[in-house]
């Protein structure tokens, strides 16, 4: 079984440029997190899909982050403009049916954004 | 609100040696509780997980955890570490049944000594 795909592995750019990050998730699984990880912390949750609707974006800085799954498969995180504190690793993650808490979560290997 | 701690931000161990690593969590009622790993550059991967029940679980790549209710801990134990064993460790909560937002603790980084 193929794990959540993430792309690209790392990105550079510089402050007030966008960026996106890609996410496929494991096949079959209906429920799709972004998380933030900065250094030295815990991922902290963004935003949850349930196929593809946004169910949680309640965590998303909605003023320059957006997010979508228009299939209900991969997603897509952006960032439009970056600023230097969104330097961080963004991690996928996936679960079956739905986020029921006996489906542990599934995480890619995610995306290191460095902003310069 | 929940929280989760890990006491220890850094910890070595020998190869061979024992291995404790503390996780403790507020929260009012039994959660759900789970360990992850993290090696360098990779994504977290799921150790082990407590629903209910026994209250010793054992997971993947020999390690274990016991939920302590009367002491809100989670620790993580391994018999004998292995250099491979060498990352970053996240204890995570989920407050219940219906719920599905992890609350991760800030990791525990171990090094493994030749």
């Known amino acids: 079984e193929a794990g959540v795909v993430q792309s690209p592995r790392y990105k550079i750019i510089e402050k007030k440029q966008p960026v996106a990050f890609w996410c496929n998730p494991i096949s079959g699984h209906n429920t799709l997190y972004w998380y933030l990880q900065n250094l030295g912390q815990g991922p902290e949750l963004l935003i949850r899909?349930?196929?593809?609707?946004?169910?949680?974006d309640s965590q998303l800085p909605k003023d320059r982050f957006s997010a979508e799954r228009l299939k209900g498969v991969d997603s897509t995180l952006k960032i439009q403009p970056a600023e230097l504190g969104d330097s961080a690793v963004y991690l996928c993650a996936s679960s079956a049916q739905g986020a029921l808490i006996n489906q542990p979560q599934h995480f890619g290997d995610g995306t290191r954004l460095s902003i310069l | 609100a929940q929280s989760v701690t890990q006491p220890d931000i850094h910890i070595t161990v020998s190869e061979g040696a024992s291995l404790e690593l503390r996780c403790n969590y507020s929260y009012g009622a039994t959660p759900y509780l789970f360990w992850y790993v993290q090696s360098p550059g990779q994504g977290l991967q799921l150790l082990l997980k407590?629903?209910?029940?026994?209250?010793l679980v054992q997971g993947i790549k020999g390690f274990e955890a016991e939920f302590k209710r009367s002491q809100s801990s989670f620790n993580l134990r391994k018999p004998s570490v292995h250099w491979s064993d060498a990352a970053e460790y996240f204890c995570?909560?989920?407050?219940?049944?219906?719920?599905?937002?992890?609350?991760f603790g800030t990791g525990t980084r171990l090094k493994v000594l030749a």
């Open positions: 995570a909560v989920a407050p219940g049944v219906g719920t599905y937002k992890y609350i």
């Open positions: 899909y349930e196929n593809e609707e946004a169910v949680d």
């Open positions: 407590y629903f209910s029940g026994d209250t």
